[in-house]
Structures are given as C-alpha cells and as structure tokens.
C-alpha cells in the first residue's frame, strides 16, 4: 500500500474543498488584524475557540490558509517560529473581508502583509499579555478594558520627545511601547462616574543586564508622560510604563536604573511567569521603581 505523502504546512492545495466564510471566520479575521496582523493558533484558540486546542481550531485555520484567507511563514522562514507554535497573519482575501467590515476597498485597506519575522517571539508575548489583560478585565465585576492602541499605531504615526540627559545636555527620541491601553472601572467615591487608568506596555525578552536602560527608556519615558504631544493624543495627563521582562536579576538591573533616574510610581515591572489573566490587573505582581513593597496594576478601591 502506498503512503500518501504529507502536505508541508506552508503549501496550498491546488484545488481546495470549497469553504463557506462564517461570522466566527470574519471575527478571527479582524482580531489578527487588531493584534497587529500575527497571531498563533494558540491565541486564536483562546479568544474564538474553547482554548483547550483540539482538531478543530487547527482544521478550520487550515481551510482559511487553503483559500488564501490567511497566510503562513513560508519554508524560508520556518525556523523563526517559535518551537510548538502555528503562526497566521491576513492574507489577501483575508484582507479584503476586513477592509469590507471596515467600509473600505481593499486598495485603501492598511494591512501587514508579513509579520515582523525577526520579531516573532517578541510580537506573541505582546498578543499574550494583551489577550491576558482582555480576560482579566472580563472577568473582574468592577474592570472594562477601555481600548488599547498596538505598536503599530505608534511606527505609523511616532512621538518624538525631547528630554534632558544625565549629562544636563538635550537629547530627542521616538516614542515606540509595545502597546497603549485604558482600563476603567466604576468609582467607589462617585457613583455613576468612571476612574481611568493608562499604561504604556514595554515587552522585554533580554536575559542580560541592560545598562542603557535608563538612557533609552526611562528617560525619554518620563518625559513622554509629562508631554503635550502624550495628552493630546490619548486625552489623559496620566499614565504608567509596564515592563514585563524575563527574571530577577534583570528586573532588579532596570528597576535600579529606573529609581535613579526619576522614574518611582512611573515604572512597574514584572517577569513573565507571574502575569495570568488571574494576576495581571489586580494582583500584587508588580514592583514598582521607589519601593520595595509590590502592587497591582490597579489600586484596590
């Protein structure tokens, strides 16, 4: 008997079994889109699926890449894929079905068409802390996550702020997190009316000490939050830097720099093993600059 070979995950069939797109298909299509045009199946799974994986999520993924709806690495790139993980991003037709939601023909549409290869593990980390903090919020009586703004946004269309150096000279910088977003939640003290909370997010996978932390981030950082060009465009005169990084050491290396430069109560660091949709918003994960006590993204009420 002989075996059928088996397809690569990269190649297409010529002749595809014929698909009909579904409400749940258009919802994924414009999620990957959200999350800055990459996602794994894996997070996928979580926000359109049940999250515990199964055939189903793969299977019908698959039938989306078969029609061009989404694409893959290509063989060329395989290896920048995380071991164990399944990457899509939005091919053509996958575009054109969001350009559509969006009122728009697909030659105005704005979308990536490759994903920052390079960048692979770094961009997933965001989708994570991003799709954890969506969770947490859901499942919180008091917490909405009131918008969040992607890294792309902030490439597209950059801050540039200008900040004094250690050494007293000036210095200009772009601004670029990894993200922006608000929570709300109702206030104990006025009832009918909202507190608001803001958060720049900073994704750091580096396992060395990083000595120019405070001159390229914190910094420029601090002064960002205090800028015009931060108020107008979020409408808030508040905020916070989140930095999830990757242990100890490293974490106390960027908290010490951030302390010695001004940044207490602006800088909030954590690791990536203790961020959960369990923890993140409410949970005293968090080590803020200026002190050794830890604390929760939001304050208790």
Do not use: C
């Amino acid at each position: 008997m002989t075996k059928r070979k088996r397809r690569p995950p990269h190649a297409r069939p010529a002749k595809p079994k014929p698909i009909r797109l579904t409400e749940k298909d258009r919802r994924i299509l414009e999620t990957i889109h959200a999350f800055d045009g990459m996602m794994s199946l894996e997070q996928i799974d979580r926000l359109h699926f049940n999250g515990k994986g199964g055939t189903w999520p793969r299977e019908r993924m698959r039938a989306l890449f078969d029609h061009r709806y989404v694409n893959m690495p290509n063989a060329a790139n395989a290896h920048r894929v995380p071991a164990g993980e399944t990457i899509y991003f939005l091919d053509v037709e996958g575009a054109r079905v969001v350009a559509d939601l969006y009122g728009e023909s697909l030659k105005e549409f704005t979308w990536r068409k490759q994903p920052r290869m390079h960048l692979i593990s770094h961009d997933l980390a965001v989708n994570k802390f991003r799709i954890d903090v969506k969770f947490s919020a859901l499942t919180a009586a008091t917490l909405k996550l009131h918008q969040w703004v992607p890294e792309s946004e902030f490439w597209t269309d950059m801050d540039v702020v200008t900040y004094q150096t250690r050494k007293g000279k000036s210095n200009t910088r772009g601004i670029r997190p990894d993200g922006f977003f608000t929570i709300r939640r109702a206030s104990p003290d006025d009832p009918g009316a909202d507190e608001e909370y803001a958060f720049l997010l900073e994704i750091d996978k580096g396992t060395e000490d990083n000595p120019r932390f405070a001159r390229d981030k914190v910094l420029p950082g601090i002064a960002y939050l205090s800028s015009q060009v931060y108020q107008e465009r979020f409408g808030v005169s508040y905020g916070r830097w989140l930095v999830v990084t990757t242990g100890e050491d490293r974490l106390e290396n960027m908290r010490e720099q951030a302390e010695r430069s001004g940044g207490e109560d602006l800088f909030y660091f954590t690791t990536f093993d203790q961020v959960s949709p369990e923890s993140v918003l409410t949970q005293p994960i968090w080590k803020p600059a200026g002190t050794d006590k830890a604390a929760p993204m939001i304050p208790n009420p």
